[in-house]
C-alpha cells in the first residue's frame, strides 16, 4: 500500500516542478530581456542628448518599453523618427524571440533638460521600464558625437556571402 502513496507524492512533484516552467504557449512565461549595444553621442547642446541601444527579448512573450529615467535629465522620452520629423513614440514593443533596436536615424532615446552635459568617456546610468519585466538598469557609455556603430546587418551580411 505504500507504493501507490510514495508515486503519487513523485508524480504531484513532478507536475509542480513543471508548472514552474509556464505553459506550453508562454502565456504565462515573462519576457526575457537584456540590453545590448547602449550608447550616447556626446551632446552637442547643453539641454538635449540622444540614447540608443538594443533590447533582446529571448522568450516567446512580447513586452514593450514605455518610459526611461537617467539621473542627467529631467525628461527622457521615446522618440520615433519619420521621414525628417521626430515624434514621442507610445510604448514601442520587443517582440517574442525578436529585438527592439533604438539607432541614430530611427527610433531613440532623447533625454531633454540635461542636469549636466556629459563627455565622452563618462558612464551615465539609465533605467528603463517595461510594461511586464521588472525595471533594467543601464550603463549607457557617452561615445565621441560622431560615433557610429558598427552595423549588425554588415557583420551577418558578410559571413553569409559565400555561396
Given at each position: 500500500?505504500?507504493?501507490?502513496i510514495a508515486s503519487?507524492?513523485?508524480?504531484?512533484?513532478?507536475?509542480?516542478?513543471?508548472?514552474?516552467?509556464?505553459?506550453?504557449?508562454?502565456?504565462?512565461?515573462?519576457?526575457?530581456?537584456?540590453?545590448?549595444?547602449?550608447?550616447?553621442?556626446?551632446?552637442?547642446?547643453?539641454?538635449?542628448?540622444?540614447?540608443?541601444?538594443?533590447?533582446?527579448?529571448?522568450?516567446?512573450?512580447?513586452?514593450?518599453?514605455?518610459?526611461?529615467?537617467?539621473?542627467?535629465?529631467?525628461?527622457?522620452?521615446?522618440?520615433?523618427?519619420?521621414?525628417?520629423?521626430?515624434?514621442?513614440?507610445?510604448?514601442?514593443?520587443?517582440?517574442?524571440?525578436?529585438?527592439?533596436?533604438?539607432?541614430?536615424?530611427?527610433?531613440?532615446?532623447?533625454?531633454?533638460?540635461?542636469?549636466?552635459?556629459?563627455?565622452?568617456?563618462?558612464?551615465?546610468?539609465?533605467?528603463?521600464?517595461?510594461?511586464?519585466?521588472?525595471?533594467?538598469?543601464?550603463?549607457?557609455?557617452?561615445?565621441?558625437?560622431?560615433?557610429?556603430?558598427?552595423?549588425?546587418?554588415?557583420?551577418?551580411?558578410?559571413?553569409?556571402?559565400?555561396?
Amino acid at each position: 500500500m505504500r507504493r501507490p502513496i510514495a508515486s503519487a507524492v513523485v508524480m504531484a512533484g513532478c507536475l509542480a516542478l513543471a508548472g514552474c516552467g509556464g505553459s506550453a504557449d508562454g502565456a504565462d512565461a515573462a519576457p526575457d530581456l537584456s540590453v545590448r549595444s547602449a550608447y550616447m553621442p556626446q551632446p552637442v547642446t547643453e539641454s538635449l542628448a540622444a540614447g540608443y541601444l538594443t533590447v533582446v527579448n529571448k522568450s516567446d512573450s512580447s513586452d514593450d518599453l514605455v518610459s526611461a529615467t537617467s539621473d542627467i535629465a529631467e525628461d527622457i522620452s521615446v522618440h520615433e523618427t519619420s521621414g525628417q520629423t521626430m515624434k514621442e513614440a507610445g510604448p514601442l514593443e520587443i517582440p517574442a524571440g525578436g529585438r527592439l533596436v533604438l539607432e541614430s536615424g530611427g527610433n531613440h532615446l532623447m533625454f531633454e533638460k540635461l542636469k549636466h552635459r556629459p563627455k565622452e568617456g563618462e558612464t551615465v546610468s539609465v533605467k528603463l521600464r517595461f510594461t511586464k519585466t521588472d525595471p533594467i538598469t543601464v550603463e549607457m557609455p557617452v561615445k565621441s558625437a560622431t560615433y557610429q556603430p558598427t552595423s549588425a546587418k554588415s557583420s551577418s551580411t558578410s559571413s553569409n556571402s559565400h555561396h
